[in-house]
């Protein structure tokens, strides 16, 4: 795992980076539907680490986060992690519960269930824009939601995926509406033989 997901070429990293840009933009059509109102989302950055590097892109270890976990089936296994800034977190729930903003400090069950239908509508987008440029049918499960330090969250998904993957496919994600702007990070960590199996699918080779 750790030498396919590192010799990635830049004209896989860019394969890569379009399927984000396909998948952000199927992102913010559904969550602009949601909320009738409209939603940009951009991809400025994608990039490799290993997994115990992840919490350092939000903020390091002890930064209060919002984690949305899924696990991907199908031809391709891979797990999902989508991270946000605790304070971009109740900025989005404000907006898809129709508050002003700045309302939410904590999360109720509904709100964590709007932040659970938030993952589950990246996921969703983001696995069918895989799905059309790798004929690969790939099937999320229902979401898991934590709020807590960026470091218990990983380590409670490094128990989870044991020998599955230690190198994440970072895609950067920003939101912005009219009037503001939330970044997240959406994380794919693919099982050994994985990535190989998407990039042979898309057709791009070393």
């Known amino acids: 795992m750790s030498d396919e997901i590192l010799k990635l070429s830049m004209l896989q990293l860019d394969a890569l980076r379009e399927i984000g840009n396909v998948g952000a933009g199927n992102s913010a059509t559904a969550l602009s539907q949601i909320i009738n109102r409209k939603i940009d989302m951009t991809v400025p950055k994608i990039a490799i680490l290993p997994l115990g590097e992840v919490p350092d892109v939000v903020g390091g ?27 971009s977190a109740f900025y989005l729930v404000d907006m898809l519960m129709g508050r002003e903003q700045g309302h939410t400090t904590s999360l109720n069950s509904m709100d964590e269930s709007a932040l659970m239908e938030i993952g589950n509508i990246l996921a969703g987008a983001y696995l069918n824009a895989l799905s059309h440029f790798t004929s690969l049918t ?69």
């Not at 230690?166 to 050994?192: M, Q, R």
């Open 61 to 87: 270890p002890d930064a209060m986060v919002a984690g949305v976990y899924l696990r991907v089936f199908g031809p391709a296994p891979s797990s999902i992690l989508f991270l946000l800034p605790r304070d």
């Open 138 to 206: 790939l099937l999320p499960s229902i979401p898991a939601l934590a709020m807590d330090m960026a470091g218990a969250i990983l380590s409670v998904i490094l128990i989870q995926l044991g020998q599955m993957g230690d190198h994440a496919l970072v895609i950067e994600t920003e939101f912005t509406t009219e009037s503001d702007g939330v970044k997240g990070h959406f994380f794919l960590i693919p099982d050994p033989g994985s990535l190989n199996t998407i990039l042979a699918a898309i057709g791009v080779k070393e």
